[in-house]
């Protein structure tokens, strides 16, 4: 689905203002096509604004879980409405909201590779001082080292 199809399936019930559709992440959409599937740009979630509130708050409402198309010959048969009213969000807090993802998403990604990178280094840390220390058994019992069992 696509911007101009979502407005020719909410048009013949409310007026449409501004519409906007998150596309799906790129390593998803890279796999999908890599399994064999189209090259189609999908979409997560989709924002629509109404020309009035009343309007938004009835189709809200009556589409939630219905769904798209009842002509068993759409391609949209099979999929339900998920909508959701949302009363006092304006149309900037969503561009505000989307500028501040796209402005923290590499800084969350620099800090998973930095824990990531700690964790690691935290671990090859304690191999080698295990490794050392069976060295120095070794050298201590001459060649031969107990094993101690855990109960």
Excluded at 72 to 80: G, H
Excluded at 126 to 149: A, C, F, M
Aim: proline letters at 3%; a positive charge.
């Amino acid at each position: 689905m696509n911007v101009t199809i979502l407005r020719e399936l909410l048009e013949p019930m409310a007026k449409v203002g501004r519409v906007y559709m998150q596309p799906e992440c790129k390593a998803k959409a890279k796999k999908r096509t890599v399994l064999g599937k189209r090259a189609v740009l999908n979409y997560t979630e989709a924002w629509v604004e109404f020309s009035r509130r009343r309007d938004a708050r009835l189709l809200a409402k009556r589409l939630n879980a219905q769904p798209i198309s009842t002509s068993r010959k759409s391609v949209f048969c099979d999929i339900l409405w998920n909508m959701k009213y949302l009363p006092r969000y304006s149309w900037v807090q969503l561009s505000e909201r989307l500028s501040y993802e796209k402005a923290v998403g590499p800084q969350k990604h620099r800090a998973e590779i930095a824990q990531a990178r700690k964790e690691a280094a935290h671990f090859q840390a304690n191999l080698d001082r295990s490794y050392s220390q069976l060295k120095r058994r070794r050298k201590e019992n001459h060649g031969t080292v107990q094993e101690i069992v855990y109960q």
